[in-house]
Nanobody, 124 residues
Framework: QVQLVESGGGSVQAGGSLRLSCINS????????MGWFRQVPGKEREGVASIWGGANYYADSVKGRFTISQDNTKRTLYLQMNSLQPEDTAMYYCACADGVRTGLPLSSNNYAYWGQGTPVTVSS
């Protein structure tokens, strides 16, 4: 069973930074097919950043501010978030695919395993 546990969320003021972490325990995720998503109540889950087939992809809204990375020795996925804005407020989820996949890197339909999420609140 794949397990993903996120941490690092919190409350910050606009312009601040946070680094989210996602530890993969149990069975190993498909390491080249992992991503970060976010969701606010009443809205669909949105792809934020992904490592997909060896390349990194970002939503337009976070390009230049967020950076996705991974440490395979620690089985950990990271999301460095800089210049945070109130519109970044959401529950952030880590996800991974169940193997080599094709399709859109930021589509939640391509991911089989999900963490429980970590909340991020950005105040103005």
């Amino acid at each position: 069973q794949v397990q993903l546990v996120e941490s690092g969320g919190g409350s910050v003021q606009a312009g601040g930074s946070l680094r989210l972490s996602c530890i993969n325990s149990g069975y190993t995720c498909a390491r080249n097919y992992m991503g970060w998503f976010r969701q606010v109540p009443g809205k669909e889950r949105e792809g934020v950043a992904s490592i997909w087939g060896g390349a990194n992809y970002y939503a337009d809204s976070v390009k230049g501010r967020f950076t996705i990375s991974q440490d395979n020795t620690k089985r950990t996925l990271y999301l460095q978030m800089n210049s945070l804005q109130p519109e970044d407020t959401a529950m952030y989820y880590c996800a991974c695919a169940d193997g080599v996949r094709t399709g859109l890197p930021l589509s939640s339909n391509n991911y089989a395993y999900w963490g429980q999420g970590t909340p991020v609140t950005v105040s103005s």
